[in-house]
């Protein structure tokens, strides 16, 4: 019971407290200002902002430039207690291995071959916007970033993991960050996937738009045409959805067990991080002195504790007390509470001491995604390359969720394959890049090899996937 003591778990109930009253009034903000309904900017990301100009003392801070401050001291005292802010800078490492966890849990692994067959050129073209992030990163960083404004090599990595992994894997790796001595590179990339987010949905709508007139998206809604309710962002009461329930609460909660086989995973994925740390510190790591193991994250090994507890599962019949609803309804609470203690922790004073860094970051990643998609999506995807491109797009500029709500404006009915293509696709990207082992690995690898041998991977890389997917293309059209 709280009893106002000044106590961890006391701490622990005031950030939620504070989280959920910031996405409580953010939501009733998106409800009443038809702007952020139009631009289908998400409650979570309200919140942040909410939380960090509270945080900030943004407010305060612009009220004292015209008022006297030794008169409106009181001003100056902090609105969000510090205890709130650290547990708000937890959270996100927390959550995204919650969320990982659970990636494949409640799905059927399909066979592989049909997966590549039907989702081939998505999975190219979702390649190639990644590591040519990484390429234009690097670049961008060794040439502008690193001579001109003393930018650490590190920031080459930034967008990928802020686009790809967005404002959860950035702040996933606030350990990794730290332990390579880029703790501000943690700000940087909350930052970068955060306007990234804003900017996916406002330059994607924009995109759409013209693409509706221009006829090159077959099956689309305009955006004023859609529902009023999908604007909202609310369901009427008859279309509420349903959650299948899976155990009787008489002997244990449905959401209990699901949370169980979550909890299962990231236990999995723990015991194989302490099995290659012992692997690393024991063989290679004395032998040629690289240490990498050390630097990565639990997440991406969390996943995979999911995909063996989701295999296991099914071989021994446990796969029907799993439902993917409740899986996806579990993935997206943590997502939203990750996203506003993500935002709402971000150093503004960070931020202002690397304008330079930040902006030119942001803004050639955005560059590059919207050229991936103008000029070789086109050339990549013959069959509906406008919907499939889309919805790489919006995944690519900072969070899934923008990509699947770009899909749902130009593709409402699902008449094109491209929702089952993504899905598809989603098994060959995230366990490598977009928050996977080689997102949660760039840092240390750059850290460890240098630039030129990260350009050349990358580059490598892109290039592969950049020819893979127009040839094939070609192929396929011959």
Known sequence: MYKG?????????????????????????????????????PSSLIAGFIGLILNEQLIQKFILIFLPNDRFSFLTRDVIPNSATQV???????????????????????????????????????????????????????????PFFGANILSGVLIEI?????????????????????????????????????????????????????????????????AKEERLGVYKFE????????????????????????????GIGAIFFKGLLFIENSIWGPLFDIYLIKYIPLFPLAMIGGVIVQVMSTRFEFSRLINRKMILHIQNFTLDFLIVSAVASISLSVISEHTSTFIILLFTGILWNIAAFLFIA??????????????????????????????QIVDPDKKTPTFESFGYKQLFFEPIVGGGFFTAASMPLLAEFGPIVMLYLTGGLFLFWLIFGIVSNKVEAA
């Open 5 to 41: 003591e000044d106590t961890i778990i006391n701490h622990v109930l005031l950030a939620f407290v504070l989280l959920g009253v910031f996405l409580l009034i953010a939501k009733w903000i998106r409800l009443k200002v038809p702007v952020l309904q139009n631009y289908f900017i």
């Open 88 to 146: 708000w800078k937890e959270i996100p490492e927390l959550f995204i291995t919650i969320i990982f966890a659970s990636l494949f849990l409640g799905k059927k692994i399909p066979n592989l071959k049909k997966v590549w067959n039907i989702a081939k050129p998505q999975i190219a073209f979702g390649q190639t916007i990644a590591w040519g992030q990484y390429v234009v990163g690097i670049l961008v960083t060794l040439l502008i970033l690193k």
């Open 162 to 226: 802020s686009f790809q992994g967005g404002a959860g894997t950035a702040a996933g790796l606030a350990g990794t960050f730290d332990e390579l001595g880029f703790s501000h590179g943690k700000d940087l990339g909350i930052g970068i996937a955060t306007f990234g987010i804003l900017s996916g949905m406002i330059i994607g709508v924009i995109m759409i738009n013209i693409g509706i007139r221009k006829n090159k998206a077959t099956v689309a809604t305009k955006p004023d045409q859609i």
């Open 239 to 266: 279309e509420a959805d349903s959650i299948r329930l899976t155990t009787r609460s008489h002997s244990i909660e449905t959401i209990s067990i699901h949370l169980a086989f979550i909890l299962l995973s990231v």
């Open 378 to 407: 086109p050339r990549m995807i013959s069959r509906f390359w406008f919907e499939r491109g889309i919805i790489d797009f919006g995944q690519s500029m900072g969070m899934t969720t923008t990509g699947l709500l770009l899909l």
